[in-house]
């Protein structure tokens, strides 16, 4: 955890989240430094994330992007998590680096504008496919599509799964990370 560049207030907030982890079903903290590795590793400067929660999984996004000149776009149904993650972004300095929108994910998909360079799936288990499908056409050649705890809730998943290791499009690996992470990476065309 030391590699990553967090301020004395930014880790303090981040302690604080933890402690939510439950209520908020955040990832782990290491799922934050890999998805922040993951920016790094790619030279991803758009990202997009389905399932806000609280913003923790935000923070992370938002300190690897705020060092490469990035920018993540978080989706979140719930509006009062929304407020909950606006504030706690705010609150990291993150406001200029992260935006949350507010409504249905797959309607915000398919609004998203230009191509992006990595998608975190952290939301409704049961839809990971339709939302996998709806933003696959507007990821980069060769970006990441990550998909959370796709090992404890697999069951809740099996047409994502069945799709991300037999569509043409991607090749898929299983990261072993807390709740478990499908990677997929999008083939060049």
Same mark, same amino acid.
């Given at each position: 955890?030391?590699?990553?560049?967090?301020?004395?207030?930014?880790?303090? $907030?981040?302690?604080?989240?933890?402690?939510?982890?439950?209520?908020?079903?955040?990832?782990?903290?290491?799922?934050?430094?890999?998805?922040?590795?993951?920016?790094?590793?790619?030279?991803?400067?758009?990202? /997009?994330?389905?399932?806000?929660?609280?913003?923790?999984?935000?923070?992370?996004?938002?300190?690897? $992007?705020?060092?490469?000149?990035?920018?993540?776009?978080?989706?979140?149904?719930?509006?009062?998590?929304?407020?909950?993650?606006?504030?706690?972004?705010?609150?990291?300095?993150?406001?200029?680096?992260? !935006?949350?929108? /507010?409504?249905?994910?797959?309607?915000?998909?398919?609004?998203?504008?230009?191509?992006?360079?990595?998608?975190?799936?952290?939301?409704?288990?049961?839809?990971?496919?339709?939302?996998?499908?709806?933003?696959?056409?507007?990821?980069?050649?060769?970006? $990441?599509?990550?998909?959370?705890?796709?090992?404890?809730?697999?069951?809740?998943?099996?047409?994502?799964?069945?799709?991300?290791?037999?569509?043409?499009? /991607? !090749?898929?690996?299983?990261?072993?990370?807390?709740?478990?992470?499908?990677?997929?990476?999008?083939?060049?065309?």
């Amino acid at each position: 955890m030391s590699a990553l560049p967090l301020t004395e207030y930014r880790r303090a $907030l981040l302690d604080r989240l933890e402690r939510t982890a439950s209520e908020y079903t955040n990832i782990s903290p290491e799922n934050g430094a890999f998805l922040h590795l993951m920016v790094h590793a790619t030279g991803a400067r758009r990202v /997009v994330e389905v399932g806000t929660s609280n913003g923790y999984s935000a923070i992370y996004f938002g300190m690897a $992007l705020e060092t490469v000149g990035g920018r993540l776009v978080s989706l979140e149904k719930d509006p009062e998590r929304a407020d909950l993650a606006r504030r706690y972004i705010e609150e990291a300095g993150l406001s200029d680096v992260v !935006e949350v929108r /507010v409504g249905d994910a797959l309607e915000l998909l398919n609004a998203l504008e230009g191509e992006w360079d990595m998608a975190f799936l952290d939301a409704e288990k049961r839809e990971y496919r339709r939302y996998a499908e709806a933003v696959l056409p507007r990821l980069r050649a060769g970006g $990441l599509l990550l998909a959370d705890d796709t090992q404890s809730l697999r069951h809740l998943m099996p047409d994502f799964v069945e799709w991300a290791y037999a569509s043409p499009d /991607v !090749e898929a690996c299983d990261i072993s990370i807390d709740d478990g992470l499908l990677l997929c990476w999008k083939r060049s065309e």
